[in-house]
């Protein structure tokens, strides 16, 4: 009888597929699995006083910092590398040297390169660097920008930590190939970050956290710079540059896989607070996976896409110049020592980084209380980033050896140059959100081409590395500031474009889809709106 009450008690399971010999159902593994991740959740949630959104940007501040030390380090560490034991007519038109210069200090190390090929080596990252540009903004569209972004970065470091290795075994003809295979790793950088912020920054915060993220270029190379000069004066040869560098490198990638998501529904302990701020400022929580494929036709034949191309160029010339060959102008040209080197080089890039900060913040407030808009702001920061970084660059080639008075106006042409980043930096994310990985892909691939150019341009103008030979430089940079300036005012533009929701451009489309634009003005707040 019992047996017959437990039976008749199993009759709905029976009825439901259960057999007579499973067990009765109670909580799954899987239900206390929930139960447990959920509460872990809160318990994270709770001790993360940082909205994740901001441990985003510092997270994408590190990865551009780490992309530029270990793409600038070879700068400082290649004036030690090369033998510069030089001959009396090269003497002419350069600096004395240093009091306290080591007798032995300034005469390199053992490879025999000359200007020329030295150009060729500083260039050969971005032969790579623009190659993998636009694959990278694709695949941060299609699949997030965590894993195109954090696995670049990996492979840069991993080809950094090998270089001396390759460097003793095949010279320089391994170094420009390390090199190539450095730049295309870290060419899926800006379009993966680019993919990134444009899924978790809302339109309000945009040029405060944009310009904290690329401000990692400047504090890139001013640790780059301070920290190669003080390996290089400390320890002997020049391998230790490399191994720290790409050792902190890895040390990213494990750090921002564990913490960092593609967008904020995936994120795992985004606070529920964060994620209905988010998703009341910027209509969604999640990737548009279903838009059409990039609309190139529209983007390239695009005037705000063509303006900001230009002032990418602009941008990129006198930057990479400043990068690149500053270290050898103060080396070559003003005789610093390797540790004044070190210090003295990554001087305008603290200023840069402070500008840039503080002008992303003022940019964002001026544009939120609408004392400005949006093309304005971006048109204006611009301008005084191109005008500034050239009056200044070509007053420093007329300060002959006036050795602080050089690095004064050095460091003075790099601080202007810091408004380019709540200008013309973010302009991507403005015309279009859901294709900013493609668009960044464009402008920084496109401006990068010039890292190709310059590098080997100056190693080709300057044989004598006198001050003559590179004042002259100095003067093709101030006309490329300018006329790249010239262009950018009369066809920027800071409003969202029309082909950055193509499904609704064709009208038999937008009749009958539900497909909304997650990034459409819809999506921006009043006061934002009002003020573009």
């Not at 590098?455 to 300018?482: D, K, Q």
Request: aromatic fraction near 12%; proline fraction near 5%; include cysteine.
């Amino acid at each position: 009888m019992n047996d017959n009450k437990f039976i008749g008690e199993r009759e709905p399971l029976l009825g439901k597929g259960f057999s007579q010999k499973q067990p009765l159902p109670g909580p799954s593994w899987a239900d206390y699995r929930g139960k447990k991740i959920s509460s872990c959740r809160r318990w994270i949630t709770g001790v993360f006083i940082i909205p994740q959104r901001v441990v985003l940007a510092i997270f994408g501040f590190l990865a551009i910092l780490n992309a530029y030390t270990m793409r600038i380090s070879l700068s400082i560490a290649i004036t030690e590398m090369v033998n510069k034991t030089s001959t009396p007519e090269q003497e002419e038109g350069v600096c004395p040297a240093d009091d306290n210069l080591g007798l032995g200090e300034n005469n390199g190390g053992e490879f025999n390169w000359d200007q020329e090929l030295q150009g060729i080596i500083l260039s050969s990252f971005y032969w790579g660097y623009v190659i993998t540009h636009l694959p990278g903004g694709i695949l941060a569209e299609k699949f997030g920008g965590k894993w195109t972004l954090s696995l670049g970065i990996l492979s840069t470091a991993f080809f950094t930590l090998i270089t001396p290795w390759a460097v003793n075994l095949g010279g320089s003809t391994a170094l420009i190939v390390i090199r190539v295979l450095m730049g295309l790793g870290e060419g899926t950088t800006f379009p993966a970050l680019s993919a990134l912020l444009a899924s978790w920054i809302p339109l309000k915060e945009r040029s405060k956290l944009g310009s904290l993220v690329f401000g990692g270029g400047q504090m890139g190379t001013i640790l780059g710079n301070l920290i190669s000069g003080y390996l290089l004066h400390n320890i002997d040869g020049w391998s230790s540059v490399f191994y720290f560098f790409g050792g902190m490198g890895v040390l990213w990638f494990i750090l921002f896989t564990l913490f960092c998501y593609s967008d904020p529904e995936s994120h795992p302990f985004i606070s529920d607070k964060e994620k209905e701020y988010l998703k009341r400022e910027m209509g969604t929580l999640s990737r548009d996976k279903t838009l059409p494929p990039t609309p190139w036709r529209a983007i390239f034949t695009s005037i705000p896409m063509v303006a900001l191309v230009c002032a990418q160029i602009g941008h990129d010339w006198g930057f990479f110049i400043m990068v690149t060959d500053l270290p050898k102008y103060m080396s070559d040209v003003l005789r610093f020592s390797i540790k004044d080197n070190g210090l003295y080089s990554s001087l305008p890039y603290l200023l840069m980084w402070l500008v840039s900060l503080s002008t992303g913040v003022l940019s964002d407030w001026l544009i939120s209380n609408g004392k400005m808009s949006i093309t304005f702001g971006r048109k204006l920061f611009t301008t005084i980033a191109s005008a500034g970084p050239a009056i200044f660059i070509v007053g420093a080639s007329y300060a002959g050896c006036d050795k602080a008075l050089v690095v004064a106006l050095f460091t003075l042409a790099m601080g202007f140059m810091g408004t380019f980043y709540p200008g013309m930096k973010v302009n991507p994310l403005d015309l279009s959100p859901n294709y900013a990985g493609s668009l960044m892909a464009v402008t920084n691939g496109i401006g990068a081409i010039t890292g190709i150019i310059a590098p080997y341009v100056v190693g080709v103008m300057t044989p004598n590395h006198s001050l003559e030979e590179w004042r002259i430089v100095f003067w093709i940079s101030f006309a490329i500031f300018h006329a790249t300036n010239i262009v950018y005012c009369w066809g920027a533009s800071g409003k969202v474009q029309p082909w950055n929701t193509p499904h609704l451009l064709n009208k038999s489309v937008e009749a009958g889809d539900s497909k909304q634009d997650t990034f459409s003005e819809k999506s921006i707040p009043a006061p934002i709106k009002a003020v573009k």
